[in-house]
């Protein structure tokens, strides 16, 4: 049984994982071509809002079972692991930029 429910959970954070990245993505995109915002500077806001849905998501469905009572030291956990790949995106998108041009973001 505790090999089922180990596949099962990485199904549900693959999931979760997969969502995050399909709405970063999508919020790229509409923070670059409706807001005209600098891409680097939306992809960092898209990334931040992807990790918040991530932690939220990963805490209602995926493990469900641990306290509320430690929320805000977990967020803060995931948050701040997460900064490593908020901050290789955006220098990937700046250099891809300096080398394609702005339309290839």
Same mark, same amino acid.
């Given at each position: 049984?505790?090999?089922?429910?180990?596949? !099962?959970? &990485?199904?549900?954070?693959?999931?979760?994982?997969?969502?995050?990245?399909?709405?970063?993505?999508? $919020?790229? =995109?509409?923070? *670059?071509? *409706?807001?005209? $915002?600098?891409?680097v500077l939306a992809n960092i =806001?898209?990334?931040?809002?992807? =990790? !918040?849905?991530? &932690?939220?998501?990963?805490? $209602?469905w995926t493990f469900k079972g641990?306290?509320?009572?430690?929320?805000?030291?977990?967020? $803060?956990?995931?948050?701040?692991?997460?900064? +490593?790949? =908020?901050? !290789?995106?955006? !220098?990937?998108?700046?250099?891809?930029?300096?080398? @394609? +041009?702005?339309? @290839?973001?």
């Amino acid at each position: 049984m505790h090999f089922i429910r180990r596949h !099962i959970s &990485f199904v549900q954070v693959s999931v979760v994982g997969a969502a995050g990245a399909a709405l970063q993505a999508l $919020l790229l =995109i509409f923070f *670059v071509e *409706v807001f005209h $915002l600098y891409p680097v500077l939306a992809n960092i =806001i898209a990334g931040e809002a992807a =990790i !918040i849905s991530n &932690f939220i998501f990963n805490n $209602l469905w995926t493990f469900k079972g641990r306290g509320f009572h430690t929320l805000p030291k977990r967020f $803060l956990m995931f948050n701040g692991s997460a900064l +490593g790949s =908020i901050s !290789i995106q955006a !220098i990937a998108v700046f250099v891809g930029m300096s080398f @394609f +041009g702005h339309s @290839f973001y």
